[in-house]
T-cell receptor
Framework: GENVEQHPSTLSVQEGDSAVIKCTYSDSASNYFPWYKQELGKRPQLIID?????GEKKDQRIAVTLNKTAKHFSLHITETQPEDSAVYFC????????????FGTGTRLKVLA | DGGITQSPKYLFRKEGQNVTLSCEQNLNHDAMYWYRQDPGQGLRLIYYSQIVNDFQKGDIAEGYSVSREKKESFPLTVTSAQKNPTAFYLC????????????FGPGTRLTVT
């Protein structure tokens, strides 16, 4: 079946360093790739997304890259801050047919002050 | 707070009782979803609905039931057939089509003893 693999499951970085989280998807028809951030006990919130007609998208310290040929996409956070500490989920979905996301299993990011 | 609400925030039930979790949205979204999240785990899809009076099973539908009689509402019933119902339940909604942000509610933490 369709799945999204996400790595690493945990990631610790020093404040100010960069963090990279990688996802691989199996459904070649996927064309929308959102990233969600979930703080402890809170709801997941969208932080950035990318569509298949774009290879890279950036929003301040956050960027996402997409390699459709390899079916990989990655989240890059630069100049990490303690408030970046959270669980990050990637997902993949199609624009048509079923609307459901296929979520990755999550990455717990800890930014050490 | 984001236009999607869940109630109650915390719910306690005895084993063997059915319980219904509420999810309401005023975002005029066609699609709604229910996810289950266990401690330290990812988001698992229980049921989703793309339009009123229609819904589909997700990956872990056994022991759960839903209805979608109104566009704004998508209640989830956790039945006594669900073997491990204690979890954090998240409802989400989105515009029609898979390439849209899913907006999450604040969640309901259900404890069954």
């Amino acid at each position: 079946g369709e799945n999204v693999e996400q790595h690493p499951s945990t990631l610790s970085v020093q404040e100010g360093d960069s963090a990279v989280i990688k996802c691989t998807y199996s459904d070649s028809a996927s064309n929308y790739f959102p990233w969600y951030k979930q703080e402890l006990g809170k709801r997941p919130q969208l932080i950035i997304d990318i569509r298949s007609n774009v290879g890279e998208k950036k929003d301040q310290r956050i960027a996402v890259t997409l390699n459709k040929t390899a079916k990989h996409f990655s989240l890059h956070i630069t100049e990490t801050q303690p408030e970046d500490s959270a669980v990050y989920f990637c997902a993949a979905s199609r624009a048509s047919g079923t609307y459901k996301y296929i979520f990755g299993t999550g990455t717990r990011l800890k930014v050490l002050a | 707070d984001g236009g999607i609400t869940q109630s109650p925030k915390y719910l306690f039930r005895k084993e063997g009782q059915n319980v219904t979790l509420s999810c309401e949205q005023n975002l005029n979204h066609d699609a709604m979803y229910w996810y289950r999240q266990d401690p330290g785990q990812g988001l698992r899809l229980i049921y989703y609905s793309q339009i009123v009076n229609d819904f589909q099973k997700g990956d872990i539908a056994e022991g759960y039931s839903v209805s979608r009689e109104k566009k704004e509402s998508f209640p989830l019933t956790v039945t006594s057939a669900q073997k491990n119902p204690t979890a954090f339940y998240l409802c989400a909604s989105s515009m029609a089509g898979g390439s849209h942000e899913q907006y999450f509610g604040p969640g309901t933490r259900l404890t069954v003893t």
